[in-house]
């Protein structure tokens, strides 16, 4: 093994949502090379439906690493290991000769099933005494399983092996049904408290139309799982024989590559889904009956909560309403985002009084499935600007709303913040986001959290590294700290309390009569 340091590399594949990315990190976390293939997030043959080609995404995959090595002039033979992190919640029916059988069907499609297995009647009377019926009939409508089983029969029963997007990737790399239990996140029978596949006894097995034997072994982040096959390296550029080894899903490598390892450092995402997620070694349910999912590190747990549409509004923003910051951006050759700062910083704190509930989807609890997003306080001073901000506000709202809740359940105070995600890239995003939590706000050295998270699973477990604490110290540290200014957070503070924190309640009962007289968001 070469002894120095800067010449031992690991590559992170981090298939999202939006794009594949190929990067090389060396044991400081550095990104020593990165390529990246976009990808249309989904097709949609039904209103509701987002799918995608499987072999589309192993494609992009094997493109990102050939160009990784065209474009960065490093040798496959430097590398000493890969890992993948992934979307969460994207399945895949694969048949018994390991081919895809129909299109993924990603985390974003909405379709559910009204026809589901049935569970016997003790635990029905359970769920109804812990007032968990609903949740837990939302949870086998919603599985993919149970969709397909019902829809497509002829599939169902084809159906080999039955793997995540992540255990997919793996099984092209290495040719073993194997997957991270650190990736295990979708309506599966998982045991989220002892971190592997359900007991035989667990309800979620009469829940779901799966079986035993469709599942992938699941190992614990940071195992080496297999070794890169000559058929995927002939595709890839990667050296026969390379250790494969287990990482997380996106969000939780993206909580260890930001730095949070400790109960008191809270990880904001602004992503697509935005969310905030502690790690903590015990079991925590911060919402009641929905689990906390694994973490990057084994076994520990991630609280989390999510706002679903978070950063994706700002997009949403960017289509409705952006289109003179589009075409000047265009013109100057900048991103449209950073001329939203501008918009941001000419509106003062609090929007002149324009608040935004950020619920633009329906959740599970909380929200309820009534729930649809609001803005109030409109005036006739108000412009796009405010509207902007009044988004990026909304969102940070909601995200201390689930601080407070971690922070009760779990019994440890969160004092300090680390945010990642396409959103921390905006210096008004972090500076407003410290100002409504009051608390110091920083950017981790590296925008790549995810691919750098599964990196250090990667160094773990090749030993490259003696542990976890030493691999994050080594391999993470913060690019930038936002103070909150103290005018501006007893604006926040006041705001939150007297007018946010009141909103949903107030406002819930009206959701709940849209709902019945437009049938949006479709009752369940």
């Not at 935005?274 to 070694?281: F, G, L, M, V, Y």
């Not at 006739?380 to 922070?407: F, N, P, Q, S, W």
Request: net charge negative.
């Amino acid at each position: 093994m070469n002894n120095h340091i800067e010449k031992q590399y690991i590559l992170a594949i981090d298939n999202g949502t939006q794009s594949v990315r190929a990067i090389l990190f060396d044991l400081k976390g550095n990104i020593v090379a990165k390529s990246q293939v976009h990808l249309e997030a989904y097709f949609s043959d039904h209103p509701g439906w987002a799918e995608h080609h499987p072999e589309d995404y192993w494609q992009a995959v094997c493109t990102a690493c050939q160009r990784l090595w065209a474009s960065s002039g490093v040798s496959p033979a430097s590398l000493h290991g890969v890992a993948v992190t992934t979307q969460r919640g994207t399945m895949i029916n694969l048949d018994q000769h390991g081919k895809p059988l129909r299109p993924a069907i990603t985390w974003l499609d909405q379709r559910r099933t009204d026809v589901v297995p049935a569970v016997n009647p003790l635990w029905l009377t359970a769920f109804k005494i812990a007032g968990v019926s609903d949740t837990i009939n939302f949870f086998r409508g919603e599985a993919e399983t149970n969709w397909i089983k019902e829809h497509q029969p002829d599939i169902w029963d084809k159906t080999a092996h039955y793997l995540m997007l992540s255990g997919y990737l793996n099984y092209r790399l290495c040719d073993k049904f194997i997957d991270s239990i650190g990736s295990q996140v979708g309506y599966l029978p998982f045991d989220y408290k002892a971190l592997k596949w359900a007991g035989k006894l667990d309800w979620k097995w009469q829940a779901l139309a799966i079986k035993a034997e469709t599942l992938p072994e699941l190992v614990a982040p940071g195992t080496i799982m297999g070794s890169i096959t000559p058929e995927a390296a002939a595709q890839t550029g990667i050296l026969a024989g390379t250790p494969l080894l287990a990482a997380a899903a996106d969000k939780a490598c993206e909580v260890i590559g930001a730095g949070c390892q400790q109960a008191h450092i809270g990880c904001l995402s602004y992503g697509t889904t935005a969310t905030i997620n502690t790690t903590s070694k015990k079991y925590l349910e911060v919402t009641p009956f929905i689990p906390p999912y694994p973490a990057a590190i084994p076994g520990s747990y991630s609280t989390e909560v999510q706002i679903f549409r978070g950063y994706w509004m700002v997009n949403w923003f960017k289509e409705q309403f952006g289109h003179h910051e589009q075409l000047q951006a265009a013109a100057q050759g900048l991103v449209p985002e950073e001329l939203f700062d501008e918009l941001v910083n000419a509106v003062p704190p609090g929007s002149m009084g324009l608040m935004l509930q950020p619920y633009w989807t329906p959740g599970i609890k909380v929200p309820g499935p009534e729930a649809k997003g609001a803005m109030i306080g409109f005036g006739d001073v108000h412009t796009r600007a405010h509207m902007y901000r009044a988004i990026l506000e909304g969102l940070a709202y909601a995200l201390r709303e689930g601080k407070e809740r971690i922070e009760k359940r779990s019994g440890v105070a969160i004092t300090e913040l680390r945010i990642s995600g396409g959103g921390s890239q905006s210096d008004a995003a972090m500076q407003l986001t410290a100002d409504i939590f009051g608390l110091p706000t920083s950017r981790p050295h590296i925008y790549e959290t995810s691919g750098l998270g599964a990196a250090i699973d990667a160094a773990v477990g090749l030993g490259l590294h003696p542990d976890f604490d030493t691999a994050i110290r080594a391999m993470t540290r913060i690019g930038k700290t936002f103070e909150p200014i103290a005018h501006h957070h007893q604006i926040y503070n006041e705001l939150y309390h007297r007018v946010y924190q009141k909103m949903y309640a107030r406002l819930q009962p009206l959701y709940k009569e849209i709902q019945q007289i437009t049938g949006y968001p479709q009752m369940h």
